[in-house]
């Protein structure tokens, strides 16, 4: 919740709207992160640390504000976790806009990765750091922003966005690829390499990286291979999904890397902008507190950015949100699936569209929706379902390769509307309160999927915000 993760670290945090929850899953553990605190439990649901722990304390990291001097250390923000299979390694990435003891940003940036040194998440870490100032590039010096995780045999990728540091213009998409072998093996340096990705066709944003489930092979040819996803998430359009391939990426466990982007536009199912959803009128003690009184927000219904994307026997499954009309004639936020199936032959990339849909439930509003198979191809997709009758509650649609989704389940029903700094003026937000840019699905060796939502819960709060995660596991 908000007053977990604002309470973490002795309440040397900061309060944040909104929590982008992410998660990662073992048979053994579960680790989930927010903006800007993680926490282990068992697959029971039973914590295994004693409290929340700070982003900040994960890096060895001074904290993000001292309560008693006012001293500021490091801004973290865009949490994502993951956890590696094949290496047994757990990752947590975060992203910082570097700033001076009073919060003042500076013009630099960093990306840090924290390496389990073991399969227990609990355990040590090894602590990388990255500068993405980018100094030199055009357009920069920049931050790495919306970084996303994902990994294939030899590589652990992290796909983020280049926005200038003072102006905050979008510059260009980037990927960064190190060796898993020297992760593993904790090396001080670890092999890098880094795409930087012009935006030209308009694909060239929130590039996300594909994820293997456990049981399912990782596209060993071509020196190995990795898939990535892309929408036109900065402009109108009528559809169309970019696929990309990182061949060669066994080069990173040599000393000369040398992986090969390519890319190809795949014609899809058309998406536009989402609007706001609207959300079930009840008590805002925040907002009413506030002089003029505050009004129940809307939530922001985002963009058409890729959510996840999951490869197994041979097909990516991902999702997007999308602006949506409903079988009542009535505009809303909804999301889209797409299957595809991707060939890399003789130095060719190609793929056709398997199945698709949109995702929609009449008179209410899907936001982000994030799928996850099994090797089977079996999954779950986990959203936030709101409405005017509903409050933001945590749902999932269980998916098949070559069905269309029908059945949607409420795990964590919403109890109070969101009642968040993020939504009212003086938080900047004009009645639009940030609902994150992602939740978060992934697959167990058990088959399981794991998924962690956004909601609103009748819990401890604090006085500026109300957010909640809810955590759900589902065997398809």
Not at 421 to 445: C, E, H, K, L, M
């Amino acid at each position: 919740s908000h007053a977990d993760q604002r309470n973490a670290n002795n309440g040397n945090q900061f309060s944040i709207e909104p929590p982008n929850p992410s998660i990662a899953a073992s048979n053994d553990y579960v680790l989930q992160g927010v903006n800007d605190a993680v926490q282990v439990y068992l697959p029971s649901g039973v914590p295994v640390l004693p409290a929340p722990v700070s982003s900040n304390q994960v890096y060895g990291l001074a904290p993000a504000i001292d309560r008693n001097t006012g001293v500021n250390g490091v801004y973290l923000t865009d949490m994502r976790v993951y956890f590696d299979q094949g290496m047994s390694r757990w990752f947590i990435v975060q992203r910082s806009q570097d700033n001076d003891v009073a919060g003042n940003p500076l013009i630099t940036s960093h990306l840090y990765v924290a390496v389990s040194k073991t399969a227990d998440p609990t355990g040590d870490y090894n602590i990388y750091v990255m500068e993405t100032t980018n100094q030199g590039h055009i357009g920069c010096p920049c931050i790495a922003d919306y970084p996303q995780p994902g990994s294939d045999q030899y590589g652990f990728h992290i796909a983020f966005n280049e926005f200038n540091s003072n102006t905050f213009a979008y510059v260009d998409a980037a990927i960064l690829t190190l060796s898993k072998a020297a992760l593993v093996n904790g090396a001080p340096a670890p092999t890098a390499y880094r795409f930087l990705l012009p935006y030209n066709t308009g694909y060239e944003f929130a590039i996300q990286p594909a994820a293997t489930p456990p049981g399912a092979a990782n596209f060993v040819a071509n020196g190995g291979l990795e898939f990535f996803a892309s929408t036109l998430s900065r402009s109108a359009f009528n559809g169309g999904v970019a696929l990309w391939a990182m061949r060669n990426t066994s080069s990173m466990a040599t000393s000369s890397p040398n992986p090969i982007l390519s890319q190809i536009v795949i014609s899809t199912l058309s998406y536009t902008f989402p609007d706001v959803a609207n959300q079930r009128p009840g008590p805002l003690p925040y907002g009413w507190s506030l002089i003029p009184t505050g009004q129940l927000a809307f939530l922001d219904g985002g963009d058409c950015r890729v959510q996840s994307l999951s490869y197994a026997s041979g097909r990516l499954y991902l999702t997007f949100p999308t602006a949506i009309t409903d079988e009542t004639g009535r505009f809303g936020v909804g999301g889209a699936y797409v299957v595809l199936s991707p060939t890399f032959r003789n130095g060719v990339l190609a793929g056709s569209v398997l199945n698709q849909g949109y995702l929609l439930l009449n008179g209410n509003h899907l936001l982000r929706p994030a799928i996850a198979v099994n090797a089977q191809g079996r999954g779950v997709i986990a959203a936030t379902l709101v409405g005017s009758s509903r409050y933001p509650s945590a749902a999932l649609i269980p998916f098949d390769t070559f069905s269309t989704p029908l059945a949607l389940q409420v795990a964590g029903e919403g109890a109070l509307p969101e009642d968040g700094f993020s939504g009212y003026p003086d938080g900047g937000g004009a009645g639009i309160a940030r609902w994150g840019d992602y939740n978060t699905a992934v697959a167990t060796s058990d088959g399981a999927i794991w998924m962690v939502a956004e909601y609103i819960g009748n819990y401890p709060r604090t006085e500026f915000a109300n957010w909640n995660t809810y955590v759900m596991r589902k065997q398809p």
